[in-house]
């Protein structure tokens, strides 16, 4: 039976087996399953593979373990806040910073199961699963696919398929919904919800006014922070390119290597604090203005202010406060050690004679902690 949503759906479970028994011998599949389970042979973690016969099994008994060994061997630990304010069965649209192309959700996920609630399918960009192999392991741990780089009447097309999409996993499927904030990772460290993407949710809207139906999805904003990002470096081209107004063209394997080494790479310490589900704002927005476009610009705001208030600052950010405004503002917030190591990874990482690289380098880290200090006007 097809559907109106099958060109960008996660597979359904009666899929599931068959995607995987074509995938199982594929490198990288042996690679990740070696990697999750070192002390079983290619034939035990084959034959339990081969039992597999929906995404949840699938999640439960292998996507989880992996991340928890990527957990253990590129990050002190991962410490979560504001999980206990979720209701069980009860799914939500979790509105994110994005920091990681997979870490973020798979994190969220692992803390999600862990306290019995509902786990989410996850918006991906196409232009990330472009290989078959990768395409099959995303739609299989319940990956949904955001069509990019679209001309403008295709866009339109592909907005509405995807808000009806997100509609009838929330509210038919009793399924919660991970979506990034905006297109793409957060490059700069300052996390903005781009009034698109919410224009995008509610396309789908019967409600006569939008911000009922934005209640009705129970949207919920994530902050994630990372002490250290695994890809920093490798966003600077980018940022450089932006700060020169010259257009940034991909290398042709970029976004694969951006994603493996946000898998391995060290992180360090990582935090997800799960903010407010958004309610009385939503009225108060509703009530203020009848004109969609404030109403929507307000819905940012809101879901902005909750990530940053909530966003968690680690050493390394005060750390790169100081030495990009040559101040001792946050001393006390960090060891000698801590700013010696941040100083190293500086060193190691971009072209210190390059003062515009390193001030953005500084930036990525800085921003969250000048954001903060904006929101509570102590700049």
Known sequence: MSNKFDSIRHYHDHEVNEVLQKISKHPMIKALMGFTFPDKTEEEWMEALMQVNSIQQFQSDFAYHSIQRILEKSSSGLTTSGFEKLEKDTAYLYISNHRDIIMDTSLLNVTLKDHGLIMTASAIGDNLVQKTFLLALAKVNRNFLVRRNLPPRELLESSKLMSEYIQDLLVNKNRSV????REGRTKDGNDAT???VLKMLGMAADENNLMDY?????????????????TDALKMPQIIAKAKDEIYIKEKNEDFINLYSGIVGQKKGIHIHIGNILDSELDEIKNSTDK???QIQAVANAIDRSIIKDYYLWPTNYVAY???????RFVNKYTEKEKLLFERRLELRV???????????????ANPVINKLKLTNEQ
Do not use: C, R
């Not at 209640?215 to 695994?230: A, C, L, R, T």
């Open 178 to 181: 991970w979506i990034a904030q």
């Open 194 to 196: 781009h009034p698109g």
């Open 214 to 230: 934005f209640k009705k999805i129970k949207i919920v904003p994530v902050s994630i922070s990372y002490e250290y990002d695994p």
């Open 292 to 294: 969609v476009n404030k």
């Open 322 to 328: 100081d030495i990009l405004h040559n101040s001792n």
């Open 351 to 365: 072209n210190k004679q390059d003062k515009t690289v390193v001030d953005s380098f500084l930036a990525m880290y």
